[in-house]
Nanobody
Framework: QVQLVESGGGLAQPGGSLRLSCAAS????????MGWYRQAPGKQRELVAA????????YADSVKGRFTISRDNSAKNTLYLQMNNLKSEDTAVYYC??????????????WGQGTQVTVSS
């Protein structure tokens, strides 16, 4: 069973930093892409950052230059999101997403349970 476990959320002050982690376990390979999404109260879930199997990255305009997505390709296969210069508008529940692509199959998407990030003074 594929499982995604996020950690690292919490409370940060404006201008502060947090680092989110997402540990993937189970038959998750081969991975097509991994990413972070967020959902603020009353808003739709949106892409924050994504990284492909070839390490190509993609960021939402609102986080460019502040957030960095990275991936540990060891057996733990952990996804990270380094968030710097946090702003109040970054407050949301952050979700990890993994897209698996098996041969001759449609992609399969897995989501983590979410971790709360609150930016407030």
């Amino acid at each position: 069973q594929v499982q995604l476990v996020e950690s690292g959320g919490g409370l940060a002050q404006p201008g502060g930093s947090l680092r989110l982690s997402c540990a993937a376990s189970g038959p998750i390979f081969p991975i097509r892409s991994m990413g972070w999404y967020r959902q603020a109260p009353g808003k739709q879930r949106e892409l924050v950052a994504a990284i492909s199997s070839t390490s190509t990255t993609n960021y939402a305009d609102s986080v460019k230059g502040r957030f960095t997505i990275s991936r540990d390709n060891s057996a733990k296969n952990t996804l990270y999101l380094q968030m710097n210069n946090l702003k109040s508008e970054d407050t949301a529940v952050y979700y990890c997403k993994v897209v698996q692509q098996l041969l001759a199959s449609l992609p399969t998407t897995y989501w983590g349970q979410g971790t709360q990030v609150t930016v407030s003074s």
